[in-house]
């Protein structure tokens, strides 16, 4: 439990509904947003959170809700975190930019040396910091060329990398991440990726149909590297079968691709192990870093073999608020908090309680097609009506009605997936069992009102 955390609670950690959801100061607030903030910035729910705390947001009309989102994953630690404040507010008050390529500090180095420390693999490493996930994508990309000479990238289906233009020519889904935002960068080639509920396959049928695929259509000679995210993030949670990724890897290895892994959203603690390659046993030669890795500040990272690391010219990597001294002494707290509060044990917990609610609820409707997930990174696919066993026909409508209900109730949930027919349940590894049976109870009743 998280007792530890308990006694700096700012925020009572319990679900409150005041007002009508949306209250009128969301509403009044979101008329004025729409005049001035472009719709192609997506707003999933118009309520507007004045602060939060722990697992609870509190809406600017004093509602209070379950938070199992934490930002897509990113207030692992739990919203506004003592410690996290404490280390930023600090760093605030000494220094908040040099340019670490100009006049360097230590809070950049020391992450570097946490990320070494906590990336698979027993091997010198090094780290480069950026802004954003999909800079560390780029980043990783850039390096990868620089390193094998090649410029082919492969990425897996359902996968998502980012808005950027490279990163979009790497996602699995055009709308709304790049329909009409062309043109796209070249020589990114999509390979079937392992999706255990829909295609059957063991781990090593389906490494020998990606194999066999980029073999066909790509050639090994030309890859420069492969980018998996070994548990699909917006793609719904996908956990590719045993035996997929230590044999995608193993390929790479053999011919010399660089394999880059993606936790920007399944990494920093968020599946029980510091990165999920972990629970595969993968060591990749790069390891992306982003969402939970500084509490809510934004910064990324790009961490991997020094050999590969080393292959860009000096002032071919960074940016000017690259590792961000106040970014960085938040990660420093980040990692501080995992393991003082035992947080890979506290996503363990979340993945029991979890898991066991929506077993009960499958058992109820069947429009469950699937629960999977590790750690407090879980999901449930939705089918149609009767589909489950055989088409597997996704049901979206049940994942608006459900998101929208639980939001009405104080709860807020996610959806994911490609047919947007997944429910996605991330939230902070500070949250209790109380509030995820109480959150539970909610989602229940949403799928009661469906029938
Ligand atoms: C969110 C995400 C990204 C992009 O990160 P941004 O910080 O939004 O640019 C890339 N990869 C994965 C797996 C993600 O979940």
Same mark, same amino acid.
């Given at each position: 439990?998280?007792?530890?955390?308990?006694?700096?609670?700012?925020?009572?950690?319990?679900?409150?509904?005041?007002?009508?959801?949306?209250?009128?100061?969301?509403?009044?607030?979101?008329?004025?947003?729409?005049?001035?903030?472009?719709?192609?910035?997506?707003?999933?729910?118009?309520?507007?959170?004045?602060?939060?705390?722990?697992?609870?947001?509190?809406?600017?009309?004093?509602?209070?809700?379950? &938070?199992?989102?934490?930002?897509?994953?990113?207030?692992?630690?739990?919203?506004?975190?003592?410690?996290?404040?404490?280390?930023?507010?600090?760093?605030?008050?000494?220094?908040?930019?040099?340019?670490?390529?100009?006049?360097?500090?230590?809070?950049?180095?020391?992450?570097?040396?946490?990320?070494?420390?906590?990336?698979?693999?027993?091997?010198?490493?090094?780290?480069?910091?950026?802004?954003?996930?999909?800079?560390?994508?780029?980043?990783?990309?850039?390096?990868?060329?620089?390193?094998?000479?090649?410029?082919?990238?492969?990425?897996?289906?359902?996968?998502?990398?980012?808005?950027?233009?490279?990163?979009?020519?790497?996602?699995?889904?055009?709308?709304?991440?790049?329909?009409?935002?062309?043109?796209?960068?070249?020589?990114?080639?999509?390979?079937?990726?392992?999706?255990?509920?829909?295609?059957?396959?063991?781990?090593?049928?389906?490494?020998?149909?990606?194999?066999?695929?980029?073999?066909?259509?790509?050639?090994?000679?030309? %890859?420069?590297? %492969?980018?998996?995210?070994?548990?699909?993030?917006?793609?719904?949670?996908?956990?590719?079968? &045993?035996?997929?990724?230590?044999?995608?890897?193993?390929?790479?290895?053999?011919?010399?691709?660089?394999?880059?892994?993606?936790?920007?959203?399944?990494?920093?603690?968020?599946?029980?192990?510091?990165?999920?390659?972990?629970?595969?046993?993968?060591?990749?030669?790069?390891?992306?870093?982003?969402?939970?890795?500084?509490?809510?500040?934004?910064?990324?990272?790009?961490?991997?073999?020094?050999?590969?690391? &080393?292959?860009?010219?000096?002032?071919?990597?960074?940016?000017?608020?690259?590792?961000?001294?106040?970014?960085?002494?938040?990660?420093?707290?980040?990692?501080?908090?995992?393991?003082?509060?035992?947080?890979?044990?506290?996503?363990?917990?979340?993945?029991?309680?979890?898991?066991?609610?929506?077993?009960?609820?499958?058992?109820?409707?069947?429009?469950?097609?699937?629960?999977?997930?590790?750690?407090?990174?879980?999901?449930?696919?939705?089918?149609?009506?009767?589909?489950?066993?055989?088409?597997?026909?996704?049901?979206?409508?049940?994942?608006?009605?459900?998101?929208?209900?639980?939001?009405?109730?104080?709860?807020?949930? %996610?959806?994911?997936?490609?047919?947007?027919?997944?429910?996605?349940?991330?939230?902070?590894?500070?949250?209790? &069992?109380?509030?995820?049976?109480?959150?539970?109870?909610?989602?229940?009743?949403?799928?009661?009102?469906?029938?």
């Amino acid at each position: 439990m998280t007792d530890t955390l308990n006694s700096s609670y700012t925020v009572a950690q319990e679900r409150k509904v005041v007002t009508a959801i949306p209250g009128p100061q969301s509403i009044a607030l979101h008329e004025r947003r729409l005049a001035v903030v472009p719709v192609g910035v997506g707003t999933a729910l118009p309520i507007y959170i004045e602060r939060a705390n722990g697992a609870i947001l509190v809406d600017v009309d004093g509602n209070q809700f379950i &938070d199992l989102g934490a930002g897509i994953g990113v207030t692992t630690v739990g919203h506004t975190s003592a410690r996290v404040i404490e280390a930023a507010a600090a760093q605030l008050g000494k220094v908040t930019h040099t340019l670490f390529t100009v006049t360097p500090y230590e809070e950049y180095v020391r992450v570097a040396e946490l990320l070494a420390q906590h990336t698979p693999g027993d091997f010198p490493k090094k780290t480069v910091l950026v802004n954003s996930g999909a800079e560390a994508v780029e980043n990783a990309v850039k390096i990868a060329r620089k390193y094998t000479r090649r410029t082919g990238v492969a990425v897996l289906e359902h996968a998502y990398h980012g808005r950027t233009n490279l990163t979009m020519a790497m996602n699995f889904k055009a709308a709304p991440y790049s329909t009409g935002f062309g043109p796209f960068a070249g020589d990114v080639y999509r390979a079937p990726n392992s999706y255990p509920y829909h295609d059957g396959l063991t781990g090593a049928e389906a490494a020998a149909r990606t194999i066999g695929y980029l073999e066909k259509t790509v050639g090994a000679y030309d %890859l420069a590297c %492969l980018v998996v995210e070994p548990i699909q993030g917006e793609g719904g949670f996908v956990v590719p079968a &045993d035996g997929y990724l230590p044999a995608l890897q193993q390929w790479c290895t053999e011919n010399g691709i660089v394999f880059i892994a993606d936790e920007i959203q399944s990494g920093m603690a968020r599946t029980g192990a510091y990165f999920a390659s972990e629970h595969f046993g993968l060591v990749p030669d790069l390891v992306l870093s982003a969402k939970g890795i500084a509490g809510g500040l934004p910064l990324a990272g790009v961490t991997g073999r020094a050999e590969i690391m &080393d292959s860009a010219l000096p002032g071919g990597l960074g940016g000017t608020f690259g590792g961000n001294p106040v970014a960085a002494a938040a990660a420093v707290a980040v990692f501080e908090q995992i393991e003082n509060d035992d947080l890979l044990a506290e996503a363990t917990r979340i993945e029991q309680t979890l898991v066991a609610g929506l077993e009960e609820l499958a058992s109820k409707y069947d429009i469950i097609g699937d629960i999977r997930g590790i750690g407090a990174m879980i999901a449930i696919e939705l089918v149609q009506p009767g589909t489950g066993a055989t088409t597997k026909e996704p049901n979206p409508k049940a994942v608006d009605a459900i998101v929208a209900y639980a939001a009405s109730q104080g709860v807020l949930v %996610l959806n994911a997936g490609t047919y947007g027919n997944i429910v996605r349940f991330l939230p902070s590894l500070a949250i209790s &069992d109380a509030l995820l049976t109480d959150a539970l109870g909610v989602i229940d009743d949403a799928m009661a009102t469906l029938r």
